[in-house]
């Protein structure tokens, strides 16, 4: 079973124009995959496996970029 919860945020007055200048876009469900997006890239960061990998990159010198880039 999910359970489903509702979130209230405040937004500024322009971007509240913008949105009702659009109805034909489901905001809702752009909200909601931005906030998962959002909370799978700081799932990953908590990552164990990922935090070791990035430690021994540094450990063993790796380039910065290559670090960057995972």
Do not use: F
């Not at 995959?33 to 990035?54: I, N």
């Amino acid at each position: 079973m999910v359970v489903v919860v509702n979130m209230t945020l405040a937004i500024p007055k322009e971007l509240h124009a913008t949105i009702k200048e659009h109805p034909e876009i489901k905001w809702t469900q752009v909200a909601r995959a931005a906030l998962e997006e959002k909370a799978e890239l700081l799932r990953k960061e908590q990552d164990p496996w990922r935090l070791y990998s990035t430690k021994r990159w540094i450990e063993e010198g790796e380039d910065a970029e290559k670090i960057i880039k995972l």
